[in-house]
């Protein structure tokens, strides 16, 4: 356990730590300009910059958790600490999630580790003389550990820090279908459904029958309660898995941890309420470059402190602390 973070005793318990930042914080207002990756099966990914445009600029490509978007509350307070400290940002939008559905049956999910090898590639293009380093949360934390492992040496970012990762996706699965957690899971399954509902207007507006007849093929999409429900029923069959159970052991991040060679921030909470305490990897289990830091309180995505007149905001003060030792 680490004690460099003291939850804020007005929000106690796990849950109250999760739910602050989407419901009750005030978002930072940034002005970003929208950048459109055109990626080579035909779909597109939006990137959302802020901060210096000097091509020395330290670069940070921030990824978001399932259902949120370069809007959430948590990219948007990284993204200004980052510009407070001199450093420039790219917020990505996963698949469909800019607020215009993407063009391909196929979506964004937590092994998605493809698309962000393209965004990296296309951002060391960019700018080749620029450190970059990328941070993700929840999915995009297990997306950027998984491509860690994968790439090894060859990552071609110079340091990452994962928050709130779902390390093992069955078990995390099992987890949202309990207690109180049930309440994000039924938010997560509305939110699914009406995205893959946007691409099938789309597709039917626009006349695209076959990508139409795709999503259509996987039948009705009432009657999903569960994470196993919608991940065997549309994330697997629409992008190569064989059903929920293969889809979760081929794209959850705890098995990929040996081969990260990038030097890795990863900070968790034990009473993370979307994930079991089991579900996190043993000291064993983790690279010689990975740093686990793990908190006894902090929920899913909160470590808030301070006081309710003036909260503060552990992962805006600890990540861009932590990158900047790299340097």
């Known amino acids: 356990m680490s004690p460099s973070f003291k939850a804020a005793w007005w929000l106690p318990g796990p849950h109250l730590q999760t739910l602050w930042n ?7 207002q940034l002005q970003r300009r929208r950048e459109r990756l055109w990626l080579e099966d035909g779909d597109f990914l939006d990137l ?4 210096p445009h000097a091509a020395e600029a ?18 948007l307070g990284l993204q200004q600490s980052l510009a407070a400290r001199g450093w420039a940002s790219a917020a990505l939008n996963w698949r469909g999630c800019s607020g215009e559905p993407n063009l391909l049956a196929r979506g964004y999910h937590s092994g998605a580790s493809d698309d962000l090898a393209e965004t990296i590639s296309h951002l060391r293009a960019l700018r080749p003389m620029t450190p970059l380093y990328v941070v993700g949360y929840s999915l995009g934390g297990n997306v950027l550990l998984k491509y860690l492992g994968e790439t090894g040496g060859d990552s071609q970012v110079q340091g ?5 990762v779902p390390f093992r996706l069955d078990q995390c699965a099992d987890r949202l279908g309990l207690g109180f957690s049930r309440i994000y899971q039924a938010h997560f399954m509305n939110e699914m459904v009406a995205y893959v509902k946007t691409k099938q207007r789309l597709f039917a507006h626009q006349g695209m029958a076959d990508r139409l007849s795709t999503l259509d093929n996987l039948g ?6 569960t994470f ?10 629409l992008h190569g898995f064989s059903d929920a159970q293969d889809y979760y052991k081929r794209s959850s991040s705890r098995y990929f941890l ?3 060679a990038t030097p890795t921030l990863i900070i968790q909470a034990a009473d993370d309420p979307f994930v079991f305490r089991h579900s996190l990897p043993e000291a064993d289990e983790l690279s010689p470059s990975t740093q686990f830091e793990l908190h006894a309180h902090g929920g899913h995505v909160g470590f808030i402190d301070g006081s309710p007149r003036r909260p503060g905001y552990y992962l805006e003060r600890r990540i ?8």
């Open 258 to 260: 040996s081969g990260i």
């Open 58 to 75: 330290p670069l940070v490509l921030v990824l978001h958790g399932l259902t949120g978007s370069s809007s959430s509350h948590y990219v």
């Open 220 to 225: 009705a999409l009432e009657g999903m309660r």
């Open 160 to 164: 990452a820090a994962a928050v709130s």
């Open 22 to 28: 989407p419901l009750c914080r005030k978002p930072p």
């Open 320 to 327: 861009p602390q932590w990158l900047e030792t790299l340097q």
């Open 228 to 237: 196993w429900d919608f991940d065997g029923r549309i994330t697997a069959p």
């Open 48 to 51: 959302d910059w802020h901060g």
